[in-house]
């Protein structure tokens, strides 16, 4: 019969499970306390969740949300780096932690309800963010109206030139 803060716990875990945009787990052995403390605050900071987890609690918490395809992932010590806005951010943090440190390693990810490798982190780091492709839209679609509002102030701006001049000319 499983204990209370088992069932406790598997029940928080569905939950994030259920809100997250991406779950990324992490190998995290090998890293010493004060790493562990850097990355921490630098999950915090970035607002991820970051914690060690059970790995049978996260299978049953995982299959209660009807994922599967973690068994290969869920093997060894295991923790989990939780983004429910913005599902690049942990990547992009793992990213630059993993500059200095050769730990942790990425073991897989949960995006958007898909499981994939641990290999496709990289990939999803390099993706811009969501407001950074909103920036890029906005430059888009502001191109082309700066340039039709040139392109139809054009002929007034040369007709005000040429009656200056014609004006200097005159007097």
């Known amino acids: 019969m499983p204990n209370t803060k088992n069932i406790n716990s598997v029940e928080e875990l ?6 997250a945009s991406a779950i990324y ?4 052995l090998g890293l010493d ?7 921490r605050k630098q999950f915090y900071d970035t607002s991820i969740e970051y914690k060690v987890v059970k790995n049978t609690l996260l299978k ?3 299959a209660e949300n009807n994922i599967s395809g973690l068994d290969e992932i869920l093997k060894g010590s295991t923790a989990i780096a939780i983004s429910y806005d913005e599902p690049t951010t942990p990547a992009q943090v793992l990213k630059k932690f993993t500059k200095g440190h050769d730990l942790p390693k990425v073991k897989g990810i949960l995006f958007d309800g898909e499981v994939l490798g641990g290999e496709e982190f990289l990939r999803i780091a ?3 963010s969501r407001d950074e492709l909103l920036s890029m839209l906005v430059a888009m679609l502001q191109s082309p109206m700066t340039k039709f509002v040139r392109t139809i102030s054009a002929p007034m701006s ?3 030139g ?3 001049s014609l004006k200097d000319k005159k007097s």
């Open 14 to 19: 569905r939950g994030k499970i259920e809100k």
């Open 25 to 28: 787990f992490t190998d995290y």
């Open 60 to 62: 049953i918490a995982a």
């Open 126 to 128: 390099d993706l811009p």
């Open 158 to 160: 040369n007709m005000v």
């Open 162 to 164: 040429v009656l200056n």
């Open 33 to 39: 306390v004060a790493r562990i403390t850097e990355l």
